[in-house]
């Protein structure tokens, strides 16, 4: 029995009592996630008897908080309306920050939390972004992603913390306390995702197939469900994977025996995106699905197929009042029945630099130091420096995926900081900027060379997929803004953008100083703080670093536990100014 989940006997017949009034109708109705756009008018709110409404890529819901939160204001008076008013609750993928709204705190993503390897800082990161997800109008985020990623050719190998489980569960329970508060009812419903196995598909292929044993699927990616169940996870969201040859959202064994049964999860299991017709209808109702992301033209197939799966016995009743159940109890347990309605007075936190300074804190403790040669670092106010490279001064590059937009932004957004920005506020002379890495600057001492991979989402950063868009060694344009500079005898420090550990073993040699940075956020100036010294390394890898291209001949690259590929830098490793070297 999970230790932290106590049965409140009072909510739980306050539970059934509504359950025993309701209609199939408006329990299918529950069951039911839409698109606060293009899924529904807001009179199917009620005539549907809608149970959650999600914002993802499209329309905004409005200009700026006010308007957002009045949007979905009005969406909630129509489920309230309602025969039995059982409030909506509005999901959103929050998983740096509220980072669908512009002008919000955008912290590293998770990979650089796993970097800097800080329980407190996790959990201030994720009750920071409950507080600007609640003041945009949500209660739910899709976050954390607790993935294992066993082959950095997953185009969301940054959405997870590390590929070391202990390291995974132990920032998975900060994150789910963070953005819950202490067990549940302060903050916003949390969601561990994906159940089971997306971040070790075979070949790192999103959606693909994971072959490991169910020995290794227990031991090796369960622990951080525990973790999250053990901490009051009011929500786990199913993955797109298969397992077993099962598809995940199907997979009864794993979802309604292990999670539901053994582990006694008591939240929801959301699906994911448009599953019902992607997973084999009913059978994902069957094998214990409880909320469905009925979007993109699925709503009108689940609630009519779930309909009349019940009534042709397919779908058992008790099966209906367990997601219905599941739902009711997150919604009573975070008070939506009591303040169904966004908190105006939340508005102004959004983005404030108390905030900010945590997003601060993280960028510099995510920065993992590979190398100094002849303490190039820390640099000097004195120094004479350019600074190389479009990343460098961009906000939007220097994010990732989720940023503003599904796939991320190109370009600079709303209150956000660069690395070159940061890198002004240090130095005595004029920072030189050589965007394009082709300028014959003169008189230099040093070259902060910022390069890495542009942002990307899900299967867009699959490499090797069908996308094909990214690969595992830096881009050729970029490996000349290194080689540019290094034969002309210039001090190099190489500043990696990126979603994960790349290829870079020559790039690391031909530079001075490499330091690998992640996906910041929008607080790209709190690496500077660390380059000049102000503050220390204190990042280590949450991946091993590979070597070449032929680490990834098998189904997944080198990894902290499997030692039959040697990387270039272990699992763990980090240097800082102290390191003799
Ligand atoms: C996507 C992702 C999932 C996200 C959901 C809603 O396909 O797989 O992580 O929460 O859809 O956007």
């Given at each position: 029995m999970?230790?932290?989940i106590?049965?409140?006997?009072d909510?739980?017949?306050?539970?059934?009592?509504?359950?025993?009034?309701?209609?199939?109708?408006?329990?299918?109705?529950?069951?039911?996630?839409?698109?606060?756009?293009?899924?529904?008018s807001?009179?199917?709110?009620?005539?549907?008897?809608?149970g959650?409404?999600?914002h993802t890529?499209?329309?905004?819901p409005?200009?700026?908080?006010?308007?957002?939160q009045?949007?979905?204001?009005?969406?909630q008076k129509q489920?309230?309306?309602?025969?039995?008013?059982?409030?909506l609750?509005?999901?959103v993928d929050?998983?740096?920050g509220?980072?669908?709204?512009?002008?919000a705190?955008?912290?590293?993503?998770?990979?650089?939390?796993?970097?800097?390897?800080?329980?407190?800082?996790?959990?201030?990161?994720?009750?920071?972004?409950?507080i600007?997800?609640?003041?945009?109008?949500?209660?739910?985020?899709?976050?954390p992603c607790v993935?294992i990623?066993?082959n950095?050719?997953?185009g969301?190998v940054y959405?997870a913390?590390?590929?070391?489980?202990?390291l995974t569960?132990?920032l998975?329970?900060a994150?789910?306390?963070g953005?819950?508060?202490?067990?549940?009812?302060?903050g916003?419903?949390a969601t561990?995702?994906?159940?089971?196995?997306d971040?070790?598909t075979?070949?790192g292929?999103e959606?693909g197939?994971?072959?490991?044993?169910r020995e290794?699927?227990?031991?090796?990616l369960l622990?951080?469900?525990q973790?999250?169940i053990?901490s009051g996870?009011?929500s786990?969201m199913?993955?797109?994977?298969?397992l077993d040859g099962?598809?995940?959202?199907a997979?009864?064994?794993?979802?309604?025996?292990?999670l539901?049964?053994?582990?006694?999860?008591?939240?929801?299991v959301?699906?994911?995106?448009?599953a019902?017709?992607r997973?084999g209808?009913?059978?994902i109702?069957?094998?214990?699905?409880?909320?469905v992301?009925?979007?993109?033209?699925?709503?009108d197939l689940?609630q009519e197929g779930?309909?009349?799966?019940?009534?042709?016995?397919?779908?058992?009743?008790?099966?209906?009042n367990?997601a219905?159940r599941?739902?009711?109890?997150?919604k009573?347990?975070?008070?939506?029945?009591?303040h169904?309605?966004?908190?105006?007075t939340?508005?102004g936190?959004?983005?404030i630099?108390?905030?900010?300074?945590?997003?601060?804190?993280?960028?510099?403790?995510?920065?993992v130091?590979?190398k100094?040669e002849?303490?190039?670092?820390?640099?000097?106010r004195?120094?004479?420096?350019?600074?190389?490279?479009?990343?460098?001064?961009?906000?939007g590059l220097?994010s990732?995926?989720?940023?503003?937009?599904?796939?991320g932004?190109?370009?600079n957004y709303?209150?956000?900081?660069?690395?070159?920005?940061g890198?002004?506020?240090?130095?005595l002379?004029?920072?030189r900027?050589?965007?394009?890495?082709?300028a014959?600057v003169?008189?230099?001492?040093?070259?902060?060379?910022?390069?890495?991979?542009?942002?990307?989402a899900?299967?867009?950063?699959d490499?090797g997929?069908?996308?094909?868009l990214?690969?595992?060694t830096?881009?050729?344009?970029?490996?000349?803004?290194i080689?540019?500079?290094?034969?002309r005898g210039?001090?190099?420090?190489v500043?990696?953008?990126s979603?994960?550990p790349?290829?870079?073993t020559?790039?690391?040699?031909q530079?001075?100083?490499?330091v690998?940075?992640w996906?910041?956020?929008?607080?790209g100036d709190?690496?500077?703080?660390?380059l000049f010294?102000?503050?220390?390394?204190?990042?280590?890898?949450p991946?091993?670093?590979p070597?070449s291209?032929e680490?990834?001949?098998?189904?997944?690259?080198?990894n902290?536990?499997?030692?039959?590929?040697?990387?270039?830098y272990p699992?763990?490793?980090?240097l800082n100014?102290?390191?003799k070297l």
């Amino acid at each position: 029995m999970a230790k932290n989940i106590t049965t409140d006997p009072d909510l739980e017949q306050k539970i059934e009592n509504l359950i025993a009034q309701m209609t199939l109708e408006e329990k299918i109705g529950q069951m039911s996630q839409v698109r606060h756009f293009d899924d529904i008018s807001p009179e199917e709110i009620k005539t549907k008897f809608i149970g959650s409404v999600i914002h993802t890529q499209g329309p905004l819901p409005g200009n700026n908080a006010a308007e957002w939160q009045s949007k979905f204001s009005e969406l909630q008076k129509q489920a309230l309306s309602t025969r039995l008013g059982i409030p909506l609750i509005f999901g959103v993928d929050a998983v740096h920050g509220q980072n669908t709204y512009e002008g919000a705190t955008i912290f590293p993503h998770n990979i650089g939390l796993g970097a800097a390897a800080n329980p407190e800082l996790v959990e201030k990161a994720a009750a920071i972004t409950a507080i600007e997800s609640k003041a945009t109008g949500f209660n739910w985020v899709f976050s954390p992603c607790v993935a294992i990623p066993m082959n950095e050719k997953w185009g969301r190998v940054y959405e997870a913390f590390s590929e070391n489980t202990e390291l995974t569960a132990e920032l998975t329970k900060a994150s789910v306390i963070g953005h819950q508060g202490k067990f549940g009812n302060s903050g916003v419903l949390a969601t561990a995702k994906h159940f089971i196995g997306d971040g070790a598909t075979d070949f790192g292929v999103e959606g693909g197939s994971t072959t490991l044993s169910r020995e290794e699927v227990l031991e090796r990616l369960l622990p951080p469900y525990q973790a999250a169940i053990e901490s009051g996870i009011a929500s786990i969201m199913a993955s797109f994977n298969t397992l077993d040859g099962i598809p995940m959202h199907a997979h009864k064994a794993l979802i309604s025996d292990l999670l539901k049964g053994e582990l006694k999860f008591d939240g929801i299991v959301v699906s994911d995106w448009k599953a019902y017709s992607r997973f084999g209808q009913n059978d994902i109702i069957n094998a214990g699905i409880d909320m469905v992301m009925a979007v993109d033209g699925d709503l009108d197939l689940f609630q009519e197929g779930v309909r009349n799966g019940v009534l042709d016995g397919s779908i058992p009743e008790n099966r209906i009042n367990d997601a219905v159940r599941r739902i009711l109890r997150q919604k009573f347990r975070f008070g939506l029945f009591d303040h169904p309605f966004p908190d105006k007075t939340l508005i102004g936190k959004i983005g404030i630099p108390e905030h900010r300074a945590v997003a601060r804190q993280a960028v510099r403790e995510s920065l993992v130091l590979l190398k100094n040669e002849n303490h190039i670092l820390p640099l000097k106010r004195t120094s004479r420096i350019v600074v190389v490279g479009p990343m460098a001064d961009n906000s939007g590059l220097q994010s990732g995926g989720w940023t503003v937009n599904w796939q991320g932004t190109t370009e600079n957004y709303k209150d956000a900081t660069t690395i070159l920005e940061g890198i002004k506020k240090f130095t005595l002379h004029e920072v030189r900027y050589d965007r394009e890495g082709t300028a014959e600057v003169e008189n230099v001492d040093v070259a902060v060379i910022v390069v890495g991979e542009n942002p990307y989402a899900e299967f867009f950063g699959d490499i090797g997929g069908e996308m094909n868009l990214f690969q595992l060694t830096l881009p050729e344009e970029q490996q000349k803004f290194i080689t540019a500079y290094a034969k002309r005898g210039i001090k190099t420090v190489v500043i990696l953008i990126s979603g994960r550990p790349l290829v870079m073993t020559q790039q690391i040699e031909q530079s001075d100083a490499f330091v690998a940075a992640w996906l910041p956020g929008s607080e790209g100036d709190g690496i500077a703080e660390v380059l000049f010294g102000q503050f220390d390394f204190k990042g280590k890898l949450p991946h091993s670093w590979p070597k070449s291209v032929e680490d990834y001949k098998g189904k997944y690259g080198p990894n902290f536990w499997d030692n039959s590929i040697e990387p270039l830098y272990p699992f763990g490793f980090g240097l800082n100014y102290h390191n003799k070297l």
